[in-house]
């Protein structure tokens, strides 16, 4: 089954993977491309270092040109930031990323943009995933073209450098000269992935000392899953401190997501970014206006957006409705726990490059690092503790805890007071004392996800170990 989840398809790779499905999708895009007359312009295709990336975006733009529809092709890597900047810039109706982010290196997938350089909508997606079947059902073949014929047929064209626009667009909104006049020394983790090269000339063009680690491509990411994390940054962290650097920098697979260590090698959490950046942004820059979050991200955000007379808006999980309310809010910025962010002004997308840049002119506008400037704003906001847990499950477990826990807002049993319960996306618990603690299946991967913050980290694991054991009680009621 292709099935769109909060990230684009992704699957298995030879199992879910495949050849045929891959262009399966790419007809269901040209069936929505010719049906809504929107073949005036190419459609643009990357692609990041992993397994089969290549091959798929060839077979992608193989099956579009089989159908009459144009395309730019990627000539090296990219990141996903960059292939959304160039469908937003360019003014083209559709782009495709070939990518799995974060997932582990057995994962692949395709993620579809849209007009303005955004992700595609659930309509969207839903309407993908009709048109796959459509095919199926008809028993119709995905019409393709030889990748050579295509070139020669003048179908398939190549972009002009489209990293000079990329980094030109951010480069013209970071001060520079701050940097510059600081020149930190900084340790870059690209993990293996497509987001390395955009950076690096940033923080180059900056007078920054820039080393790096994992620069070279590695479909096995390292034998790590490609995401940014304290125990993925374990090397990053040791050399940063024990090499006397200023600050270290993580990007994920296809450079999307960010991750901090400090110099002291205390690792900076995704919640912890952008705390940091939207007191910076706010205060410093005078950034004036609200901040996005998703619901499984800190609430410190809500405190500190109150101390500006600011609002936090809230909204599912899913990096469109960020965008979307960003839009509608004219927020300052947005972001999610699991490290992506993307700030007003830029692509409506999560943008680790641009996101790493500012963070850095931060650092050097302030002259402190990441700890003194959480240790002043913990110290005003009072402290908060995040705990989290993945859980593996059966499609009939699935359905059972969907049925109970989800739709049926049955929580677990918690001394402390609650103040309501959601099942906008999952099931979310607020708690009278500002804390919280979210259960909801993962939109990317087979995984339960469970996700908690109080002032006190006993508490946040204690709410995590009171749903596992939840959990457990409904699945042996249920008879698994």
């Keep these: 089954m292709i099935a769109f989840g909060t990230g684009g398809w992704r699957g298995i790779i030879g199992r879910d993977f495949t050849y045929d499905n891959i262009c399966l999708v790419a007809q269901a895009l040209c069936d929505m491309i010719l049906q809504d007359g929107k073949q005036d312009k190419p459609v643009m295709i990357g692609f990041d270092r ?107 064209t190549y972009p002009k450098n489209p990293f000079n626009r990329f980094i030109d667009s951010i480069q013209a909104r970071i001060r520079m000269d701050l940097i510059r006049e600081r020149g930190p020394r900084i340790l870059f983790d690209p993990m293996h992935g497509s987001g390395a090269y955009p950076l690096m000339v940033l923080l180059y063009t900056a007078r920054c000392t820039v080393d790096h680690i994992n620069f070279e491509r590695d479909a096995y990411f390292g034998g790590h899953t ?18 006397g650097y200023d600050l270290g920098i993580a990007f994920d697979g296809d ?57 936090c808006y809230e909204v599912p999980v899913g990096f469109k409705h960020i965008s979307q309310k960003i839009e509608e809010t004219n927020a300052v910025l947005g972001g999610e726990s699991s490290g992506g962010l993307t700030v007003r002004g830029h692509i409506p997308g999560k943008d680790s490059v641009y996101a790493a840049a500012l963070l850095v002119e ?31 499950f059966t499609q009939a477990e699935k359905a059972a805890l969907q049925k109970v826990m989800m739709d049926g807002c049955l929580v677990p049993q918690f001394p402390q007071s609650v103040s309501r319960v959601s099942n906008q996306d999952g099931c979310k618990v607020y708690f009278a004392d500002d804390s919280f603690v979210v259960c909801r299946f993962s939109g990317t991967e087979p995984l339960l996800r469970l996700y908690a913050e109080a002032p006190v980290k006993a508490q946040a694991d204690e709410y995590i170990q009171r749903y596992r054991q939840h959990i457990a009680e409904i699945l042996h009621s249920a008879k698994f």
């Design 50 to 156: 992993r397994f089969l990336s290549f091959d798929a975006a060839q077979w992608v733009a193989e099956t579009l040109c089989g159908n009459g529809i144009s395309v730019w092709f990627m000539k090296r890597t990219a990141p996903t930031p960059l292939v959304m900047h160039t469908v937003q810039e360019q003014g083209l109706h559709f782009g495709v990323q070939v990518t799995a982010s974060h997932n582990p290196s057995t994962y692949n997938g395709i993620k579809l943009i849209v007009e303005g350089g955004r992700d595609a909508s659930e309509e969207v997606t839903g309407r993908m995933e009709q048109l796959v079947a459509n095919i199926l059902s008809e028993g119709r073949k995905p019409g393709t073209m030889p990748f050579a014929l295509a070139e020669e047929q003048g179908l398939i």
């Design 226 to 243: 490609p995401a940014p994390s304290l125990i993925s940054l374990e090397e990053l962290r040791h050399k940063v401190v024990s090499r």
């Design 255 to 311: 450079g999307d997501r960010l991750g901090i260590i400090d110099k002291s090698g205390r690792y900076i959490t995704a919640d912890e970014i952008l705390v940091i950046l939207y007191y910076y942004l706010h205060e410093h820059r005078g950034w004036k206006g609200p901040v996005v979050r998703n619901l499984s991200t800190t609430h410190m955000l809500d405190k500190l957006a109150a101390t500006f007379g600011e609002t």
């Design 362 to 392: 931060a650092l050097c506008a302030l002259g402190q690092s990441p700890s003194d400037i959480l240790d002043e704003l913990y110290q005003k906001l009072g402290a908060h503790y995040t705990a989290e847990a993945n859980l593996s």
